[in-house]
């Protein structure tokens, strides 16, 4: 190991210490994931019907997917899983969206200004760094990520489409970035989300922040000035955090004291279409303490 | 694996891999949670990978690359802070051991790089990935890697350069 190589992991090593509070950062991705499968259990109710027709004009962009895919992993010797890129399962806007090698053509080059007014269109418009990767794969791209959000970004400020809609979770990120971008424009840190969310019985900092940017942009002013907050005051936040936690584990508690078993919670959640087998856990539980009967037998 | 088995075991290491990723605290706290909600929501598609693991790191680093979201104003506070506090630190703990601050220096230092040749360092000497395996993390071509190495460590020496010369001109 080189001077560089061993200054550079000591600098690593000694700040590790600042890593965030496990049990912290847990209970609020898992109140986080609750809101993401409510969102798509409504995204999906909402958008069966067109999903039908944008699974059939999907398939002409299938070989397409599938042969970058292959192209790109053969041969590859390394053993980091690399997770598949999400192809979008959303409708296909316009026949003439469909990717053709012709019609993409390589990205024209873009001065720094135009590449970040072109990303910040990509943005806005929803769509997230999956859906790059999607589009990189369908106009068999081997540019960085970057340069395919700037294409793509040039290509919505042209007035062009893209083959795909946005992801569930894009949308509702690119509503929440204006949210958020109004709050830490406007000054607020996350100790002033923590505070607010105290103020507004909030458990999620998070949440506080959206809520709270909201509002900004309606030209209401926040019970807090920016910056008020002394650092890293989290006490409350996590016993909010600490009482949702602990209704999940009383719930889970109830499923398995009523002799339901983990291969159970994976058949429930198959009946039910959750693919998170703790939150059927929750789920069942709760359906348990309110004296309901579960579709199975422990 | 289950992800209550896999929090349990392998959260902790996560959120230390993200706080040196991202050098901030609280850009970690919101990237693991990020991520962890993602993750809790597919789990079952994560579990089917060779590394469920080297799967959520690798959503980690994409989330880091990918995170818009107030990152710069954060980071230039952040910045601007550690600086101030490397100062105080100096001034007033000057028996501390030389390589602590040291440590500290190029923490900060660090933090003045773009995200990717940040990544790129972390991922080559904190994981100890080879290059090859950085650019199919990072989606790019080796010959990238390297070279987002090589400007990370020169903007490096030369922010080390500017401020040695900056405090040999405060003390002539």
New interface residues.
């Given amino acids: 190991m080189n001077q560089?190589?061993y200054?550079?992991?000591?600098?690593?090593?000694?700040?590790?210490y600042?890593?965030?509070d496990?049990a912290?950062?847990?209970a609020?991705?898992?109140v986080?994931?609750r809101?993401?499968?409510r969102r798509?259990r409504a995204a999906q109710g909402a958008g069966g019907a067109v999903l039908g027709a944008g699974l059939v004009a999907g398939t002409v962009a299938a070989p397409g997917w599938l042969n970058a895919t292959s192209n790109r992993h053969s041969g590859?010797s390394?053993?980091?899983?690399?997770?598949a890129p999400q192809p979008t399962p959303t409708p296909l806007t316009t026949p003439s969206a469909l990717a053709s090698p012709a019609a993409v053509a390589s990205p024209s080059p873009l001065t720094s200004a135009q590449q970040d007014q072109a990303i910040s269109a990509y943005?806005a418009a929803g769509y997230?760094?999956?859906d790059a990767?999607a589009l990189?794969q369908l106009w068999h791209m081997?540019a960085?990520?970057s340069t395919i959000k700037a294409e793509a970004g040039r290509r919505l400020l042209a007035g062009q489409t893209l083959p795909f809609k946005p992801s569930a979770?894009g949308v509702a990120s690119a509503a929440e970035?204006a949210d958020?971008?109004a709050?830490?424009?406007a000054g607020y840190t996350?100790e002033d989300a923590v505070g607010l969310a105290q103020l507004w019985n909030i458990s999620d900092p998070?949440q506080a922040k959206i809520d709270a940017g909201g509002k900004l942009l309606a030209g209401a002013t926040l019970p807090l000035k920016p910056g008020s907050q002394p650092t890293a005051p989290t006490v409350a936040t996590s016993d909010s955090d600490s009482a949702a936690a602990s209704a999940d584990d009383g719930a889970v508690a109830a499923f398995f004291k009523s002799g339901y078993t983990?291969d159970d919670a994976v058949t429930l959640g198959k009946i039910w279409k959750i693919?998170?087998?703790?939150?059927v856990k929750i789920d069942a539980g709760q359906k348990l303490m309110a004296g309901q009967t579960l579709p199975i037998k422990p | 694996v289950?992800?209550?088995q896999f929090?349990s075991t392998r959260?902790?290491g996560l959120?230390?891999y993200?706080?040196?990723l991202t050098?901030d605290?609280?850009l970690?706290?919101?990237v693991?949670?990020?991520?962890?909600?993602?993750a809790?929501?597919?789990?079952?598609?994560?579990d089917r990978?060779?590394?469920?693991d080297?799967?959520v790191r690798?959503?980690v680093v994409?989330?880091y690359?990918?995170w818009?979201?107030?990152w710069a104003?954060?980071n230039v506070r952040a910045v601007g802070e550690r600086l101030d506090a490397i100062g105080d630190a100096r001034a007033s703990q000057r028996d501390h051991a030389q390589?602590?601050v040291?440590?500290?220096d190029?923490?900060a230092r660090?933090a003045t790089l773009p995200r990717k040749q940040r990544a790129v360092?972390?991922l080559?000497?904190?994981e100890q990935?080879d290059d090859?395996?950085i650019a199919?993390?990072?989606?790019?071509?080796p010959a990238?890697v390297r070279s987002n190495a090589s400007k990370a460590?020169k903007n490096l020496r030369l922010t080390s350069e500017q401020q040695t010369r900056v405090h040999e001109k405060e003390l002539t």
Avoid at chain 2, 49 to 52: R, T, V
Wanted: include cysteine.
């Fill in positions: 560089d190589a200054q550079l992991r000591e600098a690593f090593v000694a700040h590790e600042l890593a965030p496990a912290e950062v847990l609020v991705a898992r986080r994931a809101r993401y499968r798509r590859s390394l053993s980091l899983a690399a997770p943005f997230d760094y999956n990767l990189a081997s960085d990520p979770a970035d958020l971008n709050y830490f424009a996350y998070y983990y693919d998170d087998t703790y939150q | 289950t992800f209550e929090t959260l902790p959120l230390r993200a706080v040196v050098g605290r609280e970690a706290q919101d693991v949670q990020e991520v962890l909600a993602r809790q929501v597919k789990w079952r598609q994560i990978a060779d590394s469920p080297a799967y690798r959503m994409n989330e690359l990918s818009r979201r107030s104003v954060r390589s602590v040291d440590a500290d190029l923490w660090l360092l972390v080559r000497y904190y990935l090859v395996a199919d993390l990072l989606d790019c071509a990238t460590l």
